[in-house]
């Protein structure tokens, strides 16, 4: 069975930092690029940051800089390390991978 889990999502005063990781579980997960959208409410999904097999990553123009995307093969893991967070970053993030699969989603809010 597929599965990608996400979490690590919360409320965030703007600046500050979350750190959302993915685990996945039930496809080969080293053989497949991996991905983290997001989508804010009345907006349409978005990528915010793409890393390949070999680990090399593109981001949104809107988060260069502040986030990174990292994965770890061994355990099965991705990851998004976002900093300098803003309030337009509120949304569901979403993990993505594999052959099309999409996790629940983690709900990021930043809010003062």
């Known amino acids: 069975q597929v599965q990608l889990v996400e979490s690590g999502g919360g409320l965030v005063q703007p600046g500050g930092s979350l750190n959302l990781s993915c685990a996945a579980s039930g496809f080969a997960f080293g053989l497949y690029a991996m991905n983290w959208y997001r989508q804010a409410p009345g907006k349409e999904r978005e990528l915010v940051a793409h890393?390949?097999?070999?680990?090399?990553?593109n981001y949104a123009d809107s988060v260069k800089g502040r986030f990174t995307i990292s994965r770890d093969n061994g355990k099965k893991m991705v990851y998004l390390q976002m900093n300098s967070l803003k309030p337009e970053d509120t949304a569901i993030y979403y993990c993505n991978g594999g052959l099309g699969y999409w996790g629940q989603g983690t709900q990021v809010t930043v809010s003062s």
């Open positions: 890393i390949s097999i070999s680990g090399s990553a």
